[in-house]
């Protein structure tokens, strides 16, 4: 099982991700990501959705046109989890 990361651990963490905002309803980090249309937007969904189930690690999200809002939490942890940081990179991967 996965562990929640210590306060120290996620002010390490947190420090690689500056565009993603700590958030305590539920206990993780969000980020909204703005594309031209909502092609774009559905378009990143669809990469991230791709990576999200090969990781076995799945975002709580939601679009509206050319937006994409996206919270990453481990529940089975209680918070923010290393797994969501490995993912919280291969989604800024993707939007480079």
């Not at 947190?14 to 958030?23: E, G, K, N, S």
């Not at 791709?50 to 529940?75: F, M, Q």
């Amino acid at each position: 099982m996965i562990g929640k990361l210590t306060d120290e651990e996620r002010a390490l963490a947190l420090a690689d991700l500056p565009q993603w905002t700590p958030v305590s309803d539920p206990d993780g980090i969000s980020r909204r990501f703005t594309f031209t249309d909502f092609v774009g937007a559905f378009g990143f969904m669809t990469r991230v959705a791709i990576l999200s189930e090969k990781a076995d690690h799945h975002p709580e999200w939601s679009n509206v046109y050319n937006r994409v809002d996206i919270v990453l939490t481990t529940h089975d942890a209680g918070g923010l989890s290393q797994r969501d940081i490995d993912l919280a990179k291969l989604i800024d991967g993707l939007a480079e």
